[in-house]
């Protein structure tokens, strides 16, 4: 399956919840979910059937597939990774998609947007550790440094992205050194601190059948 390219306000309609797809958009009137909370298509707006608990579970896993722009095989090979590691399952699955590089550099605030973060990575304006990294999914740990390359530092959508990044409030487990266009991973992220509104374990219940 192809990478969705199609309006992302659809996504967010469909799931009916706001998931971020759109940067600052999300946060003003304008977003669709503000505008008109019903599902996409020319019946979207009547009442459906019943949904059975497989179409929930599975409503849960596409809202945070969607969320963190992974294609269904990426996902899937994330919750196998994250079944195999001791713990909660749901836990470890959301802590090892925040700590996805591209999601890291979005919640620093270098991109407004998640899609736009895995650009900038893609890139090659994004280092760990001072060297150049350009794989979204490489995953980040705890006291490594993420900084944008010298070069990009003047880019204006890099410096637009970090000044509304200020009022959309940084996560505890990151550190941000703006003057220096650099944070860290202070320690492994709880699931008290991923204010994502997912239920994982219905994922978990899914990929369990």
Known sequence: MARYRGPVCRLCRREGMKLFLKGERCFKEKCAIERRNVPPGQHGGRRRRKVQNYGIQLREKQKL?????????????TFDAAARRRGVTGENLLQLLELRLDNVVYSLG????RNQARQLVRHGHILVNNHRVNIPSFRVRPEMEISVREKSRKNAQIRESMEFAQGRGIPSWLELDMDKFAGKVTELPTREEIRIPIQEQLIVELYSR
């Not at 597939?65 to 090979?77: D, I």
């Not at 270098?110 to 947007?113: G, M, P, R």
């Open 65 to 77: 597939r969607r969320v963190y722009g992974l294609l269904e095989g990426q996902f899937h090979r």
């Open 110 to 113: 270098f991109a407004i947007s």
